[in-house]
């Protein structure tokens, strides 16, 4: 029995950095694809969590995340460029009601 090129494939969870921007009004990701051509990204967003995935020959970057706080999905703008996936999107609610921890 032959193994399918997706059976070959390398399966991975790229590389997410996300944090609330200096205002706490949007929520931005980066999401590291190394050699994943543009066409080959499936960007899913949700009010409360995302889903990405990107191909190369021969590895597949895949995962789900959950995020802090609610988002509106309808209004993320998203860019790629060199390997590198960028998405900025506003929360639901743009006041958090942080306080800051000291750290001994």
């Not at 190394?34 to 895949?62: A, C, N, Q, R």
């Not at 999905?73 to 306080?99: C, D, R």
Request: proline letters at 6%; one cysteine or more.
């Amino acid at each position: 029995m032959s193994e399918t090129k997706e059976e070959e494939k390398l399966v991975r969870s790229p590389e997410v950095c996300s944090w609330a921007d200096d205002e706490d009004n949007v929520y931005k990701i980066e999401i590291q694809l190394p050699g994943v051509e543009k066409d080959t990204i499936k960007l899913k967003m949700y009010d409360d969590s995302f889903f990405i995935k990107g191909e190369t020959e021969d590895t597949t970057y895949v995962g789900s995340y959950g995020l802090c706080c609610p988002i509106n999905p309808e209004e993320a703008k998203a860019n790629y460029k060199n390997g590198l996936l960028k998405i900025a999107v506003p929360f639901k609610e743009p006041e958090f009601h942080s306080i800051d921890i000291n750290i001994d």
